[in-house]
């Protein structure tokens, strides 16, 4: 019996070693050492042997282009010095859908999926082998990893409404996530300041609401406004190209279309869809505005503004149109509709909505959100999509299917979970990567202080739930907003090394996570930040608080 702990004891300590020092993130399930390495040279091939795995061969084989220089002819047998991509078949679908193994001895290396996502994940885990330096030969350890992730919703928001990125930039976004063994991008497509997806039967959406006649200078409520006309969208074939590229990634496109507040992009183009059609959009409080002042404008400020949408039958016909042609264009089982920061003020003076109250028997104008959220829910519950909504639709009565996104704080994920409804767990108090990374950052940010450590302590399970109620946390997810963030070397920097240490938070195993641990893995993936060619900031000893 004692021999029997003592060899228990060994292998946990060859564990632990192993976990400390590949430099692996997120760190797997299971890891063991062995004895040996791997080198991939111009000799090495790709096993694929029925054809089947094409996303992870040209995944990898781009990979090693752009990095190093060089790619592997693709073959269907191979005696040594090959990679091997497979993955299992099953009568029934396994328990961990997106486990895999990795097998790498001196000879080969086999990679084996319980599902093609499986098998994408694994190569992730690869890819986290090679050296972090381009050469011609890839010296890589011999390990054996068992592996799959804790949270089955991993995910990250990209705001595109604020501040505008091109189809290339969002491409490589994606890419960056897929890396991280991210597989939800949730794309922040419609609110007050840019409407970024063409509708065609609508083409003002995208005239007019995708346009703003000028941006305030620094921060709110800024010293000026800069004057320039600032536009940008989607059209419908890009974002078919982008969900084809994120599908290639096993990344699944959620869009968010705002509803009812944040929505003062909709409602310049078609003013109808406000409450008070002809009065003038007003500028944010101490804000400099450019241009028109007489009618609905995109505003040009960051903020919440009272012109919200009206709850009349011209505007859900609208939303029905809009939702139409989304819909097509995302595979997703979830539509976003948002549901937060919605001012009432609009719906109190409005003889219209005061009379839909009382006539539906609602107590009062948070009712009248749960009203309106209720509608579209029950509109694409038809469709066969489920909503998911910011946390502010729980007030007044929570949709019957929704799905929560908790973000201010974790209340809101508790309270969902505890009426039985899946919730997707996104505190801004931990995991929002527009937050300051350090106390004396040397551009604008929304405020806040986010460093590195405490993202990396979040826990999506809150204590606060019972075994049951914890089955309701579908996972986490990071969310960039962009009011402060212009250009695609400033996201990679608010985002890095933050959402690295998020990988980990979604992925791996809370026995597995150690903050010893990954400070001395991170070092290495600073390196392949550089080797990317990603801005990120290198700090790890930003104090807690």
């Not at 009272?306 to 595979?331: A, G, K, M, R």
Request: hydrophobic letters at 35%; glycine letters at 6%.
């Amino acid at each position: 019996m004692i021999k029997l702990s003592g060899i228990f004891l060994c292998l946990a300590s060859l564990q632990i070693y192993a976990q400390s020092t590949l430099p692996v993130i997120p760190v797997p399930v299971k890891t063991q050492v062995k004895t040996g390495q791997f080198i991939i040279n111009d000799q090495t091939v790709i096993v694929d042997r029925n054809g089947r795995e094409k996303a992870s061969v040209a995944f990898f084989n781009a990979y090693l282009e752009k990095y190093y220089g060089f790619k592997l002819r693709v073959v269907e047998k191979a005696g040594r010095n090959f990679i091997s991509f497979s993955t299992k078949t099953f009568i029934k679908a396994p328990a961990d859908p997106e486990g895999y193994t990795l097998a790498v001895s001196p000879l080969s290396v086999h990679i084996t999926g319980d599902s093609d996502a499986g098998t994408f994940y694994g190569l992730q885990t690869l890819i986290q082998l090679l050296p972090v330096e381009r050469a011609t030969e890839l010296k890589i350890p011999a390990v054996a990893v068992e592996d799959y992730p804790r949270f089955k919703y991993r995910g990250a928001m990209l705001d595109v409404t604020r501040h505008f990125f091109d189809i290339e930039y969002v491409k490589k976004f994606i890419d960056l996530l897929a890396l991280h063994k991210i597989n939800t991008f949730h794309w922040h497509l419609t609110d007050d300041q840019g409407w970024r997806i063409e509708i065609k039967k609508y083409p003002k959406l995208t005239e007019v609401g995708g346009c703003r006649n000028g941006t305030i200078i620094g921060r709110y409520p800024g010293t000026g406004n800069d004057g320039q006309k600032y536009c940008g969208y989607y059209t419908q074939e890009q974002v078919k190209e982008i969900v084809q590229y994120a599908g290639d990634r096993f990344i699944t496109v959620i869009p968010e279309i705002e509803l009812p507040g944040h929505s003062s992009a909709a409602i310049a183009a078609y003013p109808q869809l406000s409450c008070f059609p002809d009065e003038p959009t007003r500028a944010a409080p101490k804000t400099a505005w450019h241009g028109d002042t007489i009618r609905k404008n995109v505003q040009q400020a960051w903020g919440v503004f009272e012109d919200v949408y009206c709850p009349s039958e011209y505007t859900f016909n609208f939303l029905q149109d809009v939702l139409d042609e989304v819909i097509p264009l995302f595979p997703s089982r979830y539509i976003h509709i948002g549901g937060d920061e919605c001012p009432k003020e609009a719906w109190k003076r409005s003889a219209f909505c005061q009379k839909l109250i009382k006539e539906n028997n609602l107590k009062d104008e948070h009712g009248l959100q749960s009203y309106f959220v209720q509608r579209v829910e029950k509109y694409l519950n038809g469709k066969g999509k489920t909503i998911i909504g910011w946390d502010e639709i729980l007030e007044g009565g929570l949709a019957p299917n929704a799905t929560v996104m908790s973000w201010r704080g974790e209340k809101g994920g508790i309270e969902a979970a505890k009426q039985k409804h899946d919730v997707i767990m996104a505190p801004n108090s931990y995991i929002y990567l527009d937050y300051s990374q350090r106390k004396a950052e040397d551009s604008v940010t929304i405020g806040g202080y986010l460093p590195l450590q405490k993202v990396y302590s979040f826990n999506p399970i809150p204590k606060e739930l019972d075994p049951e109620e914890q089955h309701h946390i579908l996972g986490a997810q990071a969310n960039l907003w962009t009011e402060y963030i212009h250009y695609p070397s400033k996201v990679e920097y608010m985002i890095f090394p933050r959402l690295t240490a998020l990988s980990e938070v979604f992925w791996s195993p809370l026995k597995n996570k150690s903050w010893e641990s990954f400070k001395t893995r991170i070092p290495v993936q600073f390196k392949r930040y550089e080797l990317w060619g990603v801005h990120y900031y290198p700090a790890l000893n930003e104090p807690v608080k």
